[in-house]
């Protein structure tokens, strides 16, 4: 067994284990521990709970390996290797019971910083489902024990797009721009409310392409090496690598067509 394996292992593990954490509290009812960055972007006690307990496994079986968690920041290892960990993504969905929300926890090399690291292994478990999408570095991807492979090419015409909007208002208002200029160029639009989801959607054929302006490290880290390693490609605008400052995954005709509409409405 390689080490890639061997770390998907461990990261599926704690995943589930969290998942069912996460479940629980759900279904005892959810309270806001406090906003963030707007009233609209709130952190919940079993985000907290969730990746103090996420971050304790990993320091257990992981001792000199980096930590880039959404709640509790970010320690430095000594191995080279850096966890990143969104503990509950789709946090709203999550506060208002919709079921679509993960626990998203991937590992990657080099210097925790998006546009520069190598992931390894990632998994993506909705709770409320019990989906487990997985991917190592060129290992495929993974719903359950089935290999999933993104969707063969559409015209853009055809194409189910997803994305999703920040917690800023004024961001909100010029992303619905950017919506309002592509709505009537697709098939549809869908804002499911959870990045991670999102990229696998992609992943499994459930979306042809997704796109975002805002994400975080944590939202993406996981969905996006699960994205690629189905035949997506995964990246931002103009060559560069996926990072807060755009993501785009889709099957490469796919996200070639829909790139060249959205530089026109991005600029
Ligand atoms: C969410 C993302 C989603 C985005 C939301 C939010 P969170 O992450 O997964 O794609 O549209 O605004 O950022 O805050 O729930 O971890």
Not at 37 to 58: G, K
Not at 199 to 228: F, K
């Amino acid at each position: 067994m390689d080490g890639t394996t061997e770390l998907l292992g461990l990261a599926r593990e704690i995943a589930l284990t969290a998942g069912e954490l996460v479940a629980r509290r759900r279904a005892e009812g959810v309270e806001v521990a406090a906003s963030k960055s707007s009233t609209e972007d709130i952190v919940t006690f079993a985000d907290r709970e969730s990746e103090a307990l996420i971050r304790s496994l990993l320091a257990e079986a992981r001792p000199d390996d980096g930590f880039l968690g959404e709640e509790s920041g970010a320690d430095a290892g000594s191995s080279g290797l850096t966890w990143v960990v969104d503990p509950i993504d789709g946090t709203v969905n999550f506060l208002y019971g919709i079921p679509h929300y993960a626990v998203s926890i991937a590992v990657v090399e080099g210097e925790p910083e998006p546009t520069t690291w190598s992931a390894l292994a990632g998994v993506v478990v909705n709770p409320a489902s019990g989906e487990l999408f997985t991917a190592t570095a060129g290992g495929g991807a993974f719903l359950g024990d089935r290999r999933i492979r993104v969707a063969p090419p559409v015209e853009l015409s055809q194409a189910l797009v997803g994305t999703g909007f920040g917690y800023l208002a004024e961001v909100r208002t010029e992303q619905a721009a950017v919506v309002a200029g592509l709505i009537h160029r697709v098939r549809d639009i869908r804002r499911m409310g959870t990045a991670s989801l999102d990229l696998c959607a992609v992943a499994c054929g459930r979306l042809n392409a997704y796109y975002e302006r805002g994400l975080r490290p944590w939202d993406h880290a996981a969905g996006a090496l699960i994205a690629a390693e189905s035949g997506a490609s995964v990246g931002g605008l103009r060559g560069a690598p996926a990072s807060q400052a755009f993501t785009l995954a889709a099957e490469p005709t796919v996200a070639a067509r829909l790139e060249e509409v959205l530089l026109d409405l991005v600029g």
